[in-house]
Nanobody, 123 residues
Framework: QVQLVESGGGLVQAGDSLRLSCAAS????????MGWFRQAPGKEREFVAV????????DYAVSVRGRLTISRDNAKNTLYLQMNGLKPEDTAVYSC????????????????WGQGTQVTVSS
């Protein structure tokens, strides 16, 4: 199993940047594909970005492509989401998730989740 803890959220203005981090426990972080998902009030959880075990393959939701960048440091057991050019519609709780089995954009493919960190973007 792996335990995940997100940090780095906050209240920012439109156009600002934030970097989210997701710290993973255990010694097998590099065995997991990792994803970022978000959920806004009253909406379903949606895919943001995913990265392969080695970090050489990534995929993004169309709405964030070119503004958000997913990366990982397997030596530090940490996943990142660099968020630039933030928009009010990016406001949501952002959660990281881990999967041993698949490289996926669907939430139900991920058995392990962090508790989430709030990102609020004011206009």
């Amino acid at each position: 199993q792996v335990q995940l803890v997100e940090s780095g959220g906050g209240l920012v203005q439109a156009g600002d940047s934030l970097r989210l981090s997701c710290a993973a426990s255990g010694r097998t972080f590099s065995s997991y594909a990792m994803g970022w998902f978000r959920q806004a009030p009253g909406k379903e959880r949606e895919f943001v970005a995913v990265i392969s075990r080695s970090g050489d393959i990534t995929d993004y939701a169309v709405s964030v492509r070119g503004r958000l960048t997913i990366s990982r440091d397997n030596a530090k057991n940490t996943l990142y989401l660099q968020m630039n050019g933030l928009k009010p519609e990016d406001t949501a709780v952002y959660s990281c998730a881990a999967s041993r089995d698949v490289f996926s954009t669907t939430p139900h493919s991920y058995p392990y989740w962090g508790q989430g960190t709030q990102v609020t973007v004011s206009s």
